[in-house]
Structure formats: structure tokens, C-alpha cells
């Protein structure tokens, strides 16, 4: 059940983290006034709003295939005509064993929160706080839980790659999850019109590492 929420997990641990650097890099690099800064900080959060997108129409896609090429095994009452089930709830409300293509959601949820953490704590290559301020204590709690809970991530995708399901639905959950990262980190974030980087126009060659943790 705790992978089954793992978007909510990543959700309320990234949503504070974003928030803060965000509107702490725009701040420590002068780049807006107070008002745009909060504007900056929202459009960084519509990565989550992004993130809750795609979890919801991808799970959706992967139950809908499921009803679509599943059925039921059901043992009906004597005398009575087979019943036709048309979703894998129906089925279970009867006690009965749905056979459908069941796309790893596990391996999709999990390859995609993962690799979300990844890019989102790469802000703090960039970030620059005081070193005693109360700020970088919460901000560092925060990146601590960050790695713990991506930690219990790759962990319980392991769990799910040696126990759960067949080959050609852990593969096809792994390539939609990091495909859905790629799309959006690696393509549509890198455009105007989009939430954005957690390191805006600082190139890879240029990051200064003056977050020590």
C-alpha cells in the first residue's frame, strides 16, 4: 500500500523543497523583485501539477488496458448463466480472478518519483545560503528526506522487478515512467512555456557547487 502512494509521498516532501529553493535562488541571484519571485516559485510548483497529470493518466491508461484485455474467473452459482464481467472490480466484488495485461504501475511510479527527486534536488548545486541560517537547517532536512525516500524507492522497485509481474509489463511500466522524465526534464522544460528547470540557464559546465551540505 505506501508504493501504491508513492506520488503523494514525492508530492508533499517536494512540494515545501520546491517552494523554498526556488524562491531562495531567485532571491540569491537577484534576478527578480519580491513579487516576481513568488511568480517564479509558482510557475516551479506546476512541475508537481505536471507530476500529478501524469500519474493520473497514465495509472488511468493501465487499469483501461487491463479491463479491456482481461476476464474473469468467477465460479457461478449452479443452475444460473456465466455472468460477463466488464472491469476487474465487478470481478473481484464476486470473489473472482481478473486475467488482463496488468502494465506494471509500480515500476512506472517508481522509475518516474525517482528520477523527479534526481532533478529536483540538483538545485541545490546552485543554491546559496548562509551557513547558520534556520532556512539551510530546514532545507537540509528536507534534502535528507528527499534521498531517504527516493533510497526506499529504488528499494521497493527492486522488490517489485524480482516478484511482481511479468517481463514485458515491468519493461513497458519502466519505459513510459522514464519516458514521461525525459519528455519533460530533458525536452519540454528546456522551453519557455514550461515550469521550468530547478537550475534555470546555468549550463552544466558553469554550476558552482556552493551548497555544502
Known amino acids: 500500500y505506501f508504493v501504491k502512494v508513492a506520488w503523494a509521498w514525492t508530492f508533499w516532501l517536494l512540494l515545501p523543497f520546491i517552494t523554498l529553493t526556488a524562491y531562495q535562488f531567485a532571491k540569491s541571484k537577484l534576478l527578480y523583485s519580491p513579487a516576481r519571485r ?21 495509472t488511468s491508461l493501465f487499469l483501461y488496458i487491463e479491463n479491456l484485455t482481461g476476464t474473469c474467473s468467477a465460479a457461478g452459482k449452479v443452475g444460473e448463466p456465466r455472468r460477463l464481467y466488464a472491469t476487474k472490480q465487478e470481478c473481484r466484488r464476486d470473489s473472482g480472478s481478473w486475467n488482463g495485461f496488468d502494465i506494471s504501475g509500480h515500476c512506472f511510479l517508481l522509475s518516474y518519483c ?17 551557513q547558520n541560517s534556520k532556512l539551510r537547517v530546514v532545507i537540509n532536512g528536507l534534502f535528507v528526506s528527499l ?38 526534464y530533458r525536452v519540454w522544460y528546456l522551453k519557455p512555456i514550461s515550469p521550468g528547470l530547478p537550475l534555470p540557464n546555468v549550463p ?5 557547487y556552493s551548497y555544502s551540505r
Open 147 to 184: 534521498c531517504f525516500l527516493a533510497g526506499i524507492w529504488v528499494f521497493m522497485f527492486l522488490c517489485t522487478a524480482l516478484y511482481f509481474h511479468d517481463f514485458s509489463q515491468k519493461l513497458i511500466g519502466v519505459v513510459i515512467g522514464l519516458s514521461a522524465w525525459y519528455g519533460t
Open 204 to 208: 552544466l559546465s558553469s554550476k558552482k
Open 114 to 130: 525517482a528520477m523527479m527527486i534526481v532533478e529536483e534536488v540538483a538545485v541545490l548545486e546552485g543554491l546559496s545560503i548562509d
Open 38 to 58: 513568488v511568480v517564479s516559485v509558482l510557475r516551479r510548483l506546476g512541475t508537481l501539477l505536471v507530476g500529478t497529470a501524469i500519474w493520473y493518466c497514465c
